[in-house]
């Protein structure tokens, strides 16, 4: 069904979806990168869920976005783990946050995927949603994901905005309108 929901990128109309049924399918197609590993214990997946009306959306086409958001927090996290012993991140664990809630005009639906991995730093910032603008070596990136997931929120009408703090994690706001 996570498949089914991921798949639909290509419809032909916006359809009434639930935007916490597409979050929980994008988690559950990238739980194998969340499973624990020799060198780490499982990233915790914390979800903060307001109830929320359905919207009028591409499902297909924001499980993209999710996806790339969540994918780009575990490369984060991943990142962020590099020196650091199994027990000291246990001490510490990786985490994803992801919460929904109405705005205060009650005119979109706010969905919020922050991790604690190693934040960015201000230049980083100012082009993370450039067109082929990566941070990630040979190979790892290509620099489309933000870009596309960028204009997957604008053809929905909302927006989408990064706060950072180097050292301490990334959060994305994704607002779309109910």
């Known amino acids: 069904m996570s498949l089914r929901t991921f798949s639909r990128a290509d419809a032909q109309k916006p359809i009434k979806s639930s935007i916490h049924g597409i979050i929980n399918s994008t988690v559950l197609i990238l739980k194998h990168r969340l499973k624990a590993s020799e ?3 499982a990233v915790e997946i914390i979800q903060n ?6 919207i ?28 650091r012993s199994f027990e000291d991140i246990k001490m510490n ?24 991995g ?14 082929l603008f990566t941070t990630k070596g040979v190979g790892k990136g290509t620099g489309l994901g ?6 997957i929120v604008q053809k929905h009408g909302g927006s989408i905005d990064v706060n ?15």
């Open 39 to 41: 060198s780490r214990p």
């Open 49 to 54: 869920y307001d109830e929320l009306p359905e």
């Open 56 to 83: 009028n959306c591409f499902p297909g086409q924001l499980s993209q976005v999710f996806m790339n958001l969540i994918a780009n927090a575990i490369d984060a996290l991943e990142e962020s783990n590099r020196g």
């Open 93 to 116: 664990p990786n985490r994803i946050t992801i919460s929904t809630a109405k705005s205060n005009c009650e005119q979109y639906v706010l969905i919020k995927i922050q991790d604690n």
């Open 118 to 131: 190693i934040g960015m730093t201000q230049e980083v910032k100012q082009k993370i949603f450039d067109y």
């Open 146 to 151: 933000l870009a596309i997931a960028s204009q």
């Open 164 to 178: 950072s703090t180097l050292g301490q994690g990334s959060e994305f706001v994704i607002q779309l309108p109910i």
